[in-house]
């Protein structure tokens, strides 16, 4: 929840890696696709594999990081501060920017916290119960083909947050993690609900609990 940054240091300089929001994310896709990754040999030899990527693409994987350094918009669209730490990056150690290389590509987290936290489990329980919904019941929905529904529209709407702050002022791991996790409901008869095999039993988190917070605290992120 806290996202901390995590500082590094080239040559004397002192920089930190940010949380990444999802108008970073869009950018730093276009970088992200132009490199040759394996990810074959990636699942058996990350180390080797970041490494032989940095040989292959300094310039990409220097710029990469570059842009996880920038803290806010601002920043994400000043040329000049791109470019200065891209060359100051260009500096360090083949080994040391494919192990930042590396933390960059398993930073990513939503996954495992979802599955932490039970988040997975709920929505596969609400997918099973909208699948034996009575198709022939006159109700349609449409849209939500890609981040501009799934993402940007809902969270503006359902927690009245402007377009920008979506994009840049609040992490890409805790928007899809409030957006996987906000209330949904559904209504079922009692033959949908036995198709469904649904049960109202849930088991929860709660954050109120000093024996949940230790729960949260002793999960492992690596």
């Known amino acids: 929840m806290l996202e901390r940054p995590h500082g590094f240091s080239v040559n004397g300089v002192r920089m930190s890696i940010y949380p990444i929001t999802l108008g970073k994310r869009i950018l730093l896709s276009r970088l992200y696709a132009l490199l040759p990754i394996d990810f074959t040999v990636m699942a058996v030899s990350a180390d080797l594999e970041a490494l032989r990527i940095v040989m292959a693409e300094r310039e990409a994987v220097c710029r990469i990081i570059a842009y996880h350094t920038l803290a806010n918009k601002k920043e994400a669209f ?90 840049w002022g609040i992490s890409y791991t805790n928007l899809q993690l409030m957006i996987a996790d906000s209330e949904k409901s559904l209504y079922l008869d009692k033959d949908e609900r036995r198709r469904a095999r649904v049960s109202n039993d849930r088991s929860t988190i709660n954050g109120d609990n000093k024996a949940s917070w230790a729960t949260i605290k002793s999960m492992n992120w690596d």
């Open 78 to 167: 000043d040329t000049v501060l791109i470019h200065r730490r891209t060359e100051l990056l260009k500096e360090a150690d083949d080994n040391d920017l494919a192990s930042l290389f590396l933390v960059l590509l398993n930073a990513d987290k939503t996954a495992q916290i979802a599955k932490h936290l039970g988040i997975d489990r709920e929505n596969e329980r609400y997918r099973r119960a909208a699948s034996v919904i009575d198709k022939d019941s006159g109700t349609f929905q449409f849209g939500m083909v890609s981040d501009y529904g799934r993402l940007l529209d809902f969270a503006c709407q359902r927690y009245h947050w402007t377009l920008d702050y979506v994009m």
